[in-house]
């Protein structure tokens, strides 16, 4: 079975400056999915970046950039001029590229919660 | 647009008190599926359902009950709520093919508490 693994439970980031977020996977499976989710106090689950295992080339939208070590199975999120907005909840997850039963489901991390300061 | 649809919004039950947490969406999408949200846990997955007729357990289905009549529409019944489901509920829903997936759409999600 996956495991997702978030070893920082809060991070804290002033506003315009750059963030890391860490996350390390298990898996025995050479092609897969993995994700980084935001969720703020709306509560709502927002995907924020896709990474396809299969691509080397690490996967961007607009601030937001993954680093993805396939060999490490490291899949960290950077966040540059953080803003206040950025404020909220982070989930990395993993989703098998298998079709059948529960390899459709997401595994997910445990979450990181991002503070942004003036 | 309205993606999926979750509701209620919010539930207070009391010990033994069923109900059905409803979920729609007007994507088209085969999957369905059904998490829970705990403090600490992340989210894990309850039922899934890879097209209309068809479900099975995720990790945690004990308590909970789904069916799947339609594309649309994925229901989960608490038939006796306990303590211990007091969760936040999330419905997701993505397109399944041969090949690559599309990414899970969730609902806003049901905080239910169990009294």
């Known amino acids: 079975a996956q495991t997702v693994t978030q070893s920082q439970p809060e991070m804290s980031v002033q506003e315009a400056e750059t963030v890391t977020l860490s996350c390390t996977y298990d898996?025995?499976?050479?092609?897969?999915?993995l994700f980084w989710y935001k969720q703020p106090p709306s509560r709502q689950m927002i995907l924020v970046i896709r990474q396809e295992a299969y691509k080397q080339q690490n996967a961007t939208e607009n601030r937001f950039s993954v680093n993805f070590q396939k060999a490490a199975k490291s899949f960290s999120l950077k966040i540059s001029d953080s803003q206040l907005g950025d404020a909220a909840m982070y989930f990395c997850a993993y989703r098998s590229v298998e079709d059948t039963g529960t390899a459709s489901k997401l595994t997910f991390g445990t979450g990181t919660r991002l503070q942004v300061t003036l | 647009n309205a993606g999926v649809t979750q509701t209620p919004k919010f539930q207070v039950l009391k010990t033994g008190q069923s109900m059905t947490l409803q979920c729609a969406q007007d994507m088209n999408h085969e999957y369905m599926s059904w998490y829970r949200q705990d403090p600490g846990m992340g989210l894990r997955l309850i039922h899934y359902s890879v097209g209309a007729g068809i479900t099975d357990q995720g990790e945690v289905p004990n308590g909970y009950n789904v069916s799947r009549s339609t594309t649309e529409d994925f229901p989960l019944r608490l038939l006796s709520a306990a303590p211990s489901q007091t969760s936040v509920y999330f419905c997701?829903?993505?397109?399944?093919?041969?090949?690559?997936?599309?990414?899970?759409?969730f609902g806003n999600g049901t905080r239910l508490t169990v009294t």
């Open positions: 898996t025995s499976e050479s092609d897969y999915y």
């Open positions: 997701a829903s993505s397109r399944t093919h041969r090949g690559r997936k599309s990414p899970l759409h």
